[in-house]
């Protein structure tokens, strides 16, 4: 929807604004151009910095703090140096390769900066002029490229003013902008009638996290309105709790349309709060293939010089989700996926993929720190968030891509990549068994990958047009594989599988406990809050994740009802490996006798694929004239939704499942369009070598001998509860529970199990009539 910005006045109170902020708004021109050179990274950024300053003689002063105000906009920012004696202001840049190969734009943006702070000194300091120079420091040869421009006080001053004036219209309009939302918010009315059982738990909970500046992690049931429920408070605080920017992350992009939905029916009335809807580079591309430049992608080409059209027509939408994105963009013939980022600064609401701020490379992590934004984030789903942290955190390196690497790499690079692959096959040689877990990655294979990773990055620096294919994913996954193999400790382990005659071999380094990485993450928010249905036991979560010591903790209590929901434990039925094929008939028996007993929708889900397979061809062929359908591996999303669709109201059929797959949580089946579950699995990883190795070690970090608890029961019996999750969707549902196993009569099984389950057992002999209620644990 279009709406007018508020009218300002000359007299409305502006915002901060950084040195780094006010040239990026102002001077960038021309093309987008992101042709791949490798940069330095943080460390070597830093560590280039240092080397610059400590050249300099006794009269130069590092990190210069300025602030000045203009017109009532305050610019601040840091000068990387001041040679006092020769009235020298340095912005220093770290780069590799080519100096010709820096892009133009990048170079205006720095010229910016630098006759930016130029004014600021000489306006602080009454100086006359200045020389302001830009210092290229190259990472390899530690060699300077010095441009050096003397400038008057006055051309500084214009430069400077030119700068504000192109920011003021900006900066006066969000001013207004974020008074009248937060008049807007601070008025919020709660979105519905009343609040559904367990609703205003969560958020209460949720506004006093944010409140006394804590995190919070919270379990509540499916079918409260968990969004409107975190979202409603953080909102309604807005002012109160002085809030930037808050981040809706989601761990699937089905997650994101539900977040939207949720967001504009809890800010309904605030017509001014403005919503950004962050997607993928892949899925916004308009150009597929294209590299990101002018010569390249024609949204590309002259970006920067329609950019302010672009940014001034989407900050005139109040929700800019990925379709009215795409569409703003291409009215001013700008990449969406770049105008998206751009939209971040101008934008209140921001729904996103967990790794924007979790990555460790996440820009919004990255621009909230730069910006000094007080951020509220919420984590959907936040059970999810372990192991796409574990992934974010590890490295895998492939024998086979190594050698697709070298098939096409120069000859120059050929050598490096050479030793590499004999220190990795030396490493393997004398290796006994196929998998081996180590504390430390050898050192001469380290070397030998730096040293690859060295000389790729200098070939890519000199020859760009050739970073694509197999060679540049090499060196991303061994660069990757580097940086962390640096920050290799107890909280991940280097691995090595040797080649065999079905694989080739891999070297990783696989984090256990994302922990240390994540502590950042949540000490850079006001408040975080992960919230979901099946988040406990909490203490596994909280230590996993990192969350602080004084994070909050709520628990709302389910809505449903035991009546709603027949949970039966199968006692005479085994799910382990070596007991299937005794058991298969007696569970599709059951299964069977069952849906005779009451046709209507089912779900039954196994451990594996195999296991699925075995018993699904078992059941056609017992009950031919029952419909089913089955999940297969590398299901598309076409053939996903099609099986989901098979669930029809007053529908009859049984659909076969893998347990923690696709269909484990996340769909929505209310009603009689699911009436009952069968699990024929704890959910339990597989006993294997990598498994045990996490076990050992989280035995040896967390004490108590919690390992197994934290690598086997508690991500198991997580997939259980989720997937049975799916039968009972409403107060008004009701449905059946089969749980394939004794073991989850047992007590510390029992225990994980919803407090508002009934549990009974039964027998398949006797699959018609519960046994009596489990006895308590105490007398077992």
Known sequence: MNSSPPAATDTTPLQNVSVRALCAFGAKAGDLDFRFVPAPSAQEGVAGHLLVQARRGADYECEVSL?????????????????????????????RGEFAALRANHRALHWAQAKTYGWMLCCVRALPAVDVALVYLDIASGEETVLEEHCSAEALRTHFEALCHRYMAWARQETVHRTVLAQELGALAFPHAGFRAGQRELAEGVYRAASTRRCLIAQAPTGIGKTVATTFPLLRGWANQGTDKLFFLTAKTSGRAIALEGIGLSAQSAKSLRVLELTAREKACEYPGR???????????????????????????????????HRVALAHTVCPYFLAQEMVRWSDVIVADYNYWFDGSAFLYALAKQEEWQVAVLVDEAHNLLERARGMYSAPLDLAALDQARATAPAGVRPTIDRLRREWLALQRDQSDTYVAHDDVPERLQAALQEAVAALAEHFAQAPETAQGPLQRFFFDALQFARLADALADHSVFESLRPTTDTAGRLAIRNLVPAPFLRARFAASMTTVCFSGTLAPFAFYRDMLGLPQNTAEVEVASPFQAHQLDVRVVTDVSTRYRDRPRSLPQLTALIGHTYARRPGNYLAFFSSFEFLEQAHARFVHEHPSVPTWTQSTAMREAEREAFVARFRVEGRGVGFAVLGGAFGEGIDLPGDRLIGAFIASLGLPQHDAMNEVMRERLDARFGDARGYDYTYLYPGLRKVVQA?????????????????????????????????????????????????????????
């Open 67 to 95: 602030s000045l105000a203009f017109e009532g906009l305050r610019v601040r920012g840091r000068a990387d140096g001041f040679d006092a004696e020769r009235l020298r202001v340095e912005e220093i840049k770290t780069f």
């Open 724 to 780: 049975a999750g799916r039968v009972i969707r409403t107060e008004q549902d009701a449905g059946v529970l089969y749980l394939f196993d004794e073991r989850f009569a047992w007590p510390e099984v029992h225990a994980l199990l919803p407090a508002w389950w009934a549990v009974g057992r039964c027998r398949t002999d006797a699959a018609h009539a519960p046994d009596d209620p489990a006895p308590h644990p105490s007398s077992q």
């Open 291 to 325: 590299a990101c430049h002018g010569d390249a992608c024609p949204l590309a080409r002259g970006f920067y010089d329609r950019l302010p059209a672009a940014r001034a027509d989407a900050v005139g939408q109040r929700r800019l989700d990925t379709a009215t994105l």
